[in-house]
Structure formats: structure tokens, C-alpha cells
């Protein structure tokens, strides 16, 4: 059983940068990529980035850049760097593990993903 522990978030103004990390723990996930997601209050969770088994990243259109995936196999622990923060970035973020196995395409679909850390929050201050 894999589980996922994320940490990094906090307050931070606008501007200025943050990195998340999570980590995974229960067996390697070397194969498998991972995905970072995101919560704002009020609103439906919805994809940040991907990371996947090879180490190739995507991200969302609203990411622009300042945001950049990486992972480090030998620690089990991927990570969210971001940087330029705004307010609208201000979330409880999420990382997941994709179900399957060296997935060919990207996927940005919530119910692709299991499991899921707890979350971690980011507020960013204007």
C-alpha cells in the first residue's frame, strides 16, 4: 500500500516562491508518474502538473512557467517548485499517483489517480 505525505506549503506574498514535496512510501513508484492537483476553496479540485515515470513534465495552462515538476526516484519523492506565486495560486494542493503503470499519454483525469496525500496548503498574500 503506497502512501503519500506532502509538505512544503505555507504563506508566502505574492511574488515569491514555494516548493512542495511529496513523498511516497510502501514501495517504489519509480513507474509510475505522478500528478500535482489543486483546491481552492469553493472550487472543483483541478490538475497542476504531471510528472511521469520517465521524468517528462506537463502542466496546465494557467501554470505559465513559473511552475516546474521534478522527482527524485532514489528518494521515492516528487516535487512542485513554484515560483511567481499570485493569489489566484492559493490552494490545498494535492499529489497522487497514477494507477497505472507506465501510462503512455498524460493523464489530467482525478480518477485516474490513487492514492492521494492530504494535502497541503498554500496561501499566497497579495
Known amino acids: 500500500q503506497v502512501q503519500l505525505v506532502e509538505s512544503g506549503g505555507g504563506l508566502v506574498q505574492a511574488g515569491g516562491s514555494l516548493r512542495l514535496s511529496c513523498a511516497a512510501s510502501g514501495r517504489p513508484f519509480s513507474n509510475y508518474a505522478m500528478a500535482w492537483f489543486r483546491q481552492a476553496p469553493g472550487k472543483e479540485r483541478e490538475f497542476v502538473a504531471h510528472v511521469d515515470w520517465s521524468t517528462r513534465t506537463y502542466y496546465a495552462d494557467f501554470v505559465k512557467e513559473r511552475f516546474a515538476g521534478y522527482r527524485d526516484n532514489r528518494l521515492n519523492t516528487v516535487y512542485l517548485q513554484m515560483y511567481s506565486l499570485e493569489p489566484e495560486d492559493t490552494a490545498i494542493y494535492y499529489c497522487?499517483?497514477?494507477?497505472?503503470?507506465?501510462?503512455?499519454?498524460?493523464?489530467?483525469?482525478?480518477?485516474?489517480?490513487?492514492?492521494w496525500g492530504q494535502g497541503t496548503q498554500v496561501t499566497v498574500s497579495s
Open positions: 497522487a499517483l497514477d494507477k497505472q503503470r507506465r501510462r503512455a499519454a498524460v493523464s489530467v483525469a482525478i480518477s485516474d489517480y490513487d492514492p
